[in-house]
């Protein structure tokens, strides 16, 4: 069964993160959700059963002036977890904390793949004139989040 957790410091230890297929996909392993979490970054996590299979990670500080954007650093799955709608979950989730923090849009990089730019594409997250190297995605575009 599925599960999403806002993670927080007392996470790293209830897990084996050095011996976690998902830490291979993370830029540092372990360390990076270590720096993430004391920079105040937002975590969730998505688990099958006690397995990590999937994670996102939104900036402390929002990007842009006009608007402000809530930043989305990195999203992962295991590769037998994609293409199942469970991107778009934690996108959901992403959506839900910038509205928290009253930010009406998401911004993040799109790795140039064809798997992360047809994501991108498949939730409305598009290229603006407000910065040059980030998509975005306005939040008020439900559409995008919905599955199909």
């Known amino acids: 069964m599925l599960r999403f957790h806002k993670m927080n410091q007392t996470d790293l230890s209830r897990s084996d ?6 830490a291979a996909l993370l830029p540092d392993g372990k360390e990076y959700l270590t720096r993430r979490l004391a920079a105040g970054d937002t975590l969730f996590i998505m688990y099958d059963g006690e397995k990590p299979v999937g994670l996102l990670e939104m900036d402390a500080e929002p990007v842009g002036e006009k608007p402000k954007c809530a930043y989305v650093g990195l999203v992962v799955l295991l590769p037998e977890y994609r293409r199942h709608g469970l991107g778009r979950m934690l996108m959901c989730l992403a959506a839900g ?21 047809g994501f991108a594409k498949a939730i409305h997250m ?19 989040l919905r599955h199909g």
Do not use: I
Request: proline share 4%; glycine share 4%.
């Open 17 to 22: 993160w050095e011996q976690e297929p998902l």
């Open 126 to 144: 598009r290229k603006t004139e407000w910065f040059s190297d980030l998509h975005v995605l306005d939040l008020s575009d439900v559409e995008g």
């Open 97 to 117: 904390e910038a509205v928290e923090r009253q930010l009406w849009f998401l911004a993040g990089t799109v790795p140039e793949t064809e798997e992360a730019e």
